[in-house]
Antibody, heavy 121, light 110 residues
Framework: QVQLVESGGGLVKPGGSLRLSCAASGLTFSDYYMSWIRQAPGKGLEWVSYIIISGSTTYYADSVKGRFTISRDNAKNSLYLQMNSLRAEDTAVYYC??????????????WGRGTLVTVSS | QSALTQPASVSGSPGQSITISCTGT?????????VSWYQQHPGKVPKVMIY???KRPSGVSNRFSGSKSGNTASLTISGLQAEDEADYYC??????????FGGGTKLTVL
């Protein structure tokens, strides 16, 4: 069964840090670009970051650039998001999502169930 | 880069057709045929309904179709059913470093 399972969410104070993980199973992880997408409570989807297969290149939305770091471990079929200097506006459900690259058509065909991050004092 | 523009809400009666627009710019929607659409029911995970402007993934009903003209992409749902009531988001590639979602449209089936 193909699935992405996020973990690591929780309550953190403003200025704090959190590391999210996403475990992939049932797919060839190294065939996919991986991304983090978030959704604030009652709001729309916002792309946060993506990483190419090798992990050598990463991209970020302006809203998180310089504070968040995406990484992956293909040997462990895992994706990570290190979130530093967290703000109240980072409160959201964070989804792990995969984009197939054979061919690369720039859409998310696999999603995890998400993990909730709450930034509050 | 700003989010793509969608109407906040649309509605239709069962059996009718509705269209949701997604307006971008010549740097995103207008430059690439890489628009996708996602359906999200309350409390559920988004699901891709259309990719590459007008292609349907396996298993998606042919009542869903997509198109694009200039800087505006559209999702049309024909033969509206109660189960179609959900939020819909467009998404576009806008260059290697920029990926954009629309603000989302709430579809109500009357």
């Amino acid at each position: 069964q193909v699935q992405l399972v996020e973990s690591g969410g929780g309550l953190v104070k403003p200025g704090g840090s959190l590391r999210l993980s996403c475990a992939a199973s049932g797919l060839t992880f190294s065939d996919y670009y991986m991304s983090w997408i978030r959704q604030a409570p009652g709001k729309g989807l916002e792309w946060v970051s993506y990483i190419i297969i090798s992990g050598s290149t990463t991209y970020y939305a302006d809203s998180v650039k310089g504070r968040f770091t995406i990484s992956r471990d293909n040997a462990k079929n895992s994706l990570y998001l290190q979130m530093n200097s967290l703000r109240a506006e980072d409160t959201a459900v964070y989804y792990c999502a995969a984009m197939a690259t054979i061919p690369l058509l720039w859409y998310f065909d696999l999603w995890g169930r998400g993990t909730l991050v709450t930034v509050s004092s | 880069q700003s989010a793509l523009t969608q109407p906040a809400s649309v509605s239709g009666s069962p059996g009718q057709s509705i269209t949701i627009s997604c307006t971008g710019t010549s740097s995103d929607v207008g430059s690439y045929n890489l628009v996708s659409w996602y359906q999200q029911h309350p409390g559920k995970v988004p699901k891709v309904m259309i990719y590459e402007v007008n292609k349907r993934p396996s298993g998606v009903s042919n009542r869903f179709s997509g198109s694009k003209s200039g800087n505006t992409a559209s999702l049309t749902i024909s033969g509206l059913q109660a189960e179609d009531e959900a939020d819909y988001y467009c998404f576009s590639y806008a260059g290697r470093s920029i990926l954009l979602f629309g603000g989302g449209t709430k579809l109500t089936v009357l």
